[in-house]
């Protein structure tokens, strides 16, 4: 080998064990070589920050991977991937979690993602649990958090159970069953003497406890009942106040605004019912009559065509009429009757024995006297004439002055200031006597 420079010659990309690297030893001041084998083999690191203590700054495996510290923490506090642990460390850690027989915190621990991967459960776990196609079969009850836990066909939660029984499910409380369902429907109660169903078309709600009522209760911080049914009556509303109130028994109804203001309905056969208040008032509807009572007393009914009142009736604070009178002669002279208007009439007319006629005469254009000829002569001329003069259609009659210039018994004449200039005036008439 030529001597030549180091930067001269040619590059070597793997180091055979027994290749030759020159080293200066300065102990001895000369250049010295030395094979790969034993420059691997020698005491202490190649590399790194501080070689003569040994420690590295980084270590890159075989595999790939990259460690820039070996720990000795036994709580794995800092869960790195880039650390190496000391076995004790690993032992300690190890034993700490699985002290007991059994881990402490399966939450913590990862499961298999495929089904070649397994939990990690012991082997107490692992004998009490079993599968098939569908199902994992536990061979011991299953309790989570304290409080809920299985066991065959129950499930338990505190004080309540939900158990499977012939294809129904149960509800228990304090051991004692409250539901269980049934066809279309469930059962409810301590005895099981309730029951709710629905056949698709009808709901049906049911107390098979002959003797007790259904309850319909609100609550707003205490209970307040609503309503209820029973085999003797159903009751809809608050207790106490408004509600409506049906008996089955004898067809009757109360409508209440409270226990004491009510109206009772009374079902008293074919198109007959009685309304009754608390007022002592009472309607009677019978085949289409309706008698109005009070205190037991008839006070009015209906008629054909009307009204009847049997004894009087009173408009607001007036006086109480018992009678409406035809007598047009008025000789009762009573504050109590009214007197119809055909018995007023006949009565003033036969008073006044006033005599009314009237009449209407055609006038035509140039006249300027208008001449009333009476259909049958006045007994005298001591009657009283008013008229007038009418024109609606091209003229005002009131461009003309008139006076009446002869009466007799068989008519009278009135006279105009001047000659009529159209066909459409008419003298409208009246004596009176």
């Not at 501080?50 to 869960?79: K, Q």
């Not at 298999?112 to 082997?123: I, K, V």
């Not at 536990?138 to 012939?166: N, R």
Request: proline residues 2%; negative net charge; hydrophobic residues 35%.
């Amino acid at each position: 080998m030529a001597d030549q420079k180091i930067s001269e010659l040619n590059p070597l990309a793997i180091l055979a064990g027994n290749d030759l690297i020159p080293v200066v030893d300065v102990d001895e001041a000369e250049t010295k070589n030395i094979t790969k084998t034993n420059l691997m083999a020698s005491p202490g690191p190649i590399g790194g920050t501080n070689p003569n203590t040994g420690e590295f700054t980084t270590i890159e495996l075989t595999l790939g991977a990259t460690v820039d510290e070996i720990s000795t923490d036994v709580l794995f506090a800092a869960s790195a991937d880039d650390q190496l642990s000391t076995a004790l460390a690993i032992k300690t850690y190890v034993d700490a979690q699985t002290s007991g027989g059994m881990h402490n915190d399966l939450g913590g621990l990862q499961g298999g993602d495929s089904t070649s991967e397994f939990y990690h459960l012991t082997a107490q776990i692992h004998n009490q649990i079993s599968s098939d196609s569908t199902s994992v079969i536990f061979s011991q009850d299953v309790q989570v958090l304290g409080d809920l836990y299985v066991s065959e066909d129950t499930i338990f939660l505190g004080t309540g159970e939900i158990k499977s029984s012939a294809g129904n499910v149960e509800l228990y409380y304090d051991s004692v069953k409250a539901l269980e369902t049934t066809t279309n429907g469930f059962l409810v109660g301590a005895d099981l003497e309730g029951s709710i169903t629905h056949d698709s078309t009808d709901l049906t709600i049911k107390n098979t406890q002959s003797t007790g009522l259904m309850r319909f209760v609100v609550s707003d911080g205490s209970e307040r009942l609503r309503g209820f049914l029973s085999t003797d009556v159903q009751e809809i509303g608050t207790t106490g106040g408004t509600r409506l109130r049906l008996n089955p028994t004898n067809a009757d109804a109360f409508l209440y605004g409270s226990d004491n203001d009510y109206i009772w309905i009374r079902d008293r056969g074919t198109h007959h019912i009685e309304f009754y208040t608390n007022s002592k008032l009472a309607i009677d509807c019978d085949d289409g009559s309706v008698d109005l009572y009070y205190e037991d007393d008839k006070e009015a009914e209906t008629i054909s065509g009307g009204f009847k009142a049997t004894n009087s009736f009173q408009v607001a604070s007036s006086q109480a009429v018992d009678e409406i009178s035809n007598d047009q002669s008025l000789s009762g002279d009573s504050t109590t009757v009214l007197v119809t208007e055909q018995a007023i009439k006949a009565y003033v007319d036969s008073q006044i024995a006033q005599e009314v006629i009237t009449g209407q005469e055609v006038l035509v254009d140039g006249d300027s006297t208008g001449s009333v000829v009476f259909s049958s002569a006045e007994a005298d001329t001591n009657y009283s004439i008013s008229y007038s003069l009418v024109n609606t259609v091209d003229s005002l009659p009131s461009m003309y002055g008139s006076i009446v210039t002869e009466k007799t018994v068989n008519g009278f004449t009135v006279t105009l200031s001047g000659a009529l200039d159209s066909d459409n005036y008419t003298l409208d008439w009246t004596i009176t006597r």
